[in-house]
């Protein structure tokens, strides 16, 4: 039996372990404490905001900033069609809308020219968009300097869905840092993991006040435990804040371990005529988070499933990048501005093992692989 391959498996050694130790013996268990503090103040410095607040996850922080901005029912959230299920979740969580915009083909982020478009049809009928949730796809930044010109001429605030492109830069300055506000996260499979995590960064102290006060219960600061708003219990443990610094310390070696494979990739598909590597110009802006390819099936003979079915046989992870939004059966009927460019990167992509815990054996057994379904379909 060979040892199974994942896309992106968590990344933690003796480092993360001593963290996690050294914090229960500190006694901070419940679940506050002063790691959860150190956390946000590293992370908020690292991307160069005022203000981290640690949180459960990343959809607890979309859930939080969007409620903050006074996103509401009866209003329309603009948000990308290119993501996964939880930016859409958490703007239904809230009441309001979600309406899709489609994607750049290039990078597959939110295309500037039809956020546009969405914001002039719905003002053109009257309605309120409460915010614009753009989402770094993969580790790449939106083109921020576009996309918070358009929303502020509109009047809209933006809550930058940061989930997957920690580290990455636009226009040198940090993922995580536009918008009113920023959310990442730390899941698993991200690039950064506290096992499950995530955080709201935002220069915006009021903001960040209103987003801890509300994930701690709405208490109000009085001994007798007043409430006056519905509150909610999103906040990080103090264990887990432990390991996300631990993580944090080592974040740029991760991401350095991510684009050797990046590499690697860009390498083996050079020669492969139908066959791009997914965003990969000007990608030295980038996280790297997942590396994916592109196919035209036209030109190469065969179907990215044919290539997953081929690296399945000998038990190693690859998928299809995000299915959108606007396809998705539980949000059907829902409306947007849609050229096709989503649904296309959607059927010619397919996600590679990606991260930074890949053993070179594991890299080697993984490119070897795949050189020989290109073996095999060139002869
Ligand atoms: C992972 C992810 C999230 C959600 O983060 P969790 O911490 O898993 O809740 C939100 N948006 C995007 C784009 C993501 O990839």
């Known amino acids: 039996m060979t040892e199974r391959i994942y896309m992106s498996s968590p ?8 963290a996690v130790v050294a914090a229960m013996r500190s006694g901070w268990i419940a679940p506050l404490g002063p790691d959860v503090d ?10 160069g905001v005022a203000r981290g607040v640690a949180l459960s996850t990343g959809t607890a922080a979309l859930h939080l900033g969007l409620l903050t901005l006074g996103v509401a029912p009866g209003s329309v959230v603009v948000t990308s069609t290119m993501t996964f299920a939880a930016t859409t979740n958490a703007i239904t969580y809230t009441g309001a809308e979600p309406f899709f915009v489609d994607a750049d083909p290039a990078t597959g982020n939110m295309d500037p020219e039809l956020l546009r478009e969405a914001l002039t049809q719905l003002r053109a009928v009257g309605e309120t968009v409460s915010a614009v949730v753009p989402v770094d796809l993969l580790g790449k930044a939106v083109d921020y300097t576009s996309i918070l010109a358009i929303a502020e001429e509109f009047g809209v605030p933006v809550l930058a869905d940061a989930a997957e492109s920690l580290g990455a830069t636009h226009a ?9 506000a920023s959310i990442v996260s730390f899941n698993g499979n991200k690039i950064m993991t506290t096992s499950g995590g995530g955080m709201l960064l935002t220069d915006d102290e009021a903001l960040a006040d209103q987003v801890r006060y509300l994930a701690t219960q ?4 009085v001994v007798h435990y007043e409430h006056t708003d519905i509150g909610y219990n999103y906040r990080m ?17 991760m991401i350095a371990a991510r684009r050797r494979m990046r590499e690697l990739y860009t390498q083996l ?16 802006n980038d996280n790297v988070w997942l590396t994916s390819i592109l196919v035209d099936e036209a030109v190469t003979g065969w179907a990215p499933s044919e290539l997953a079915a081929y690296l399945a046989v000998d038990d190693i992870e690859s998928r299809p990048l995000w299915k959108p939004m606007h ?11 849609i050229s096709g460019a989503s649904e296309r990167l959607f059927e010619r992509g397919l996600t590679l093992p990606s991260g930074s815990a890949l053993t070179d054996g594991q890299r080697d057994r993984v ?5 020989g379904f290109l073996d095999e379909r060139a002869a």
């Open 172 to 180: 040198g300055r940090a993922a995580g840092s536009f918008g009113r």
């Open 237 to 253: 443990s103090n264990l887990l804040a432990a390991l996300g610094r631990a993580q944090l310390s080592r974040l740029d070696d």
């Open 218 to 221: 709405a208490r109000q600061p």
């Open 38 to 47: 150190g956390f946000e103040r590293e992370l908020a410095a690292r991307v």
């Open 327 to 337: 396809l998705q059966p539980v949000f059907a009927g829902s409306r947007g501005v």
């Open 269 to 284: 598909f050079a020669t492969v005529d139908g066959v791009d590597v997914f965003g990969a110009e000007g990608d030295e």
């Open 367 to 371: 490119t070897s692989r795949i050189r």
């Open 11 to 18: 990344d933690v050694g003796q480092l993360e372990e001593d």
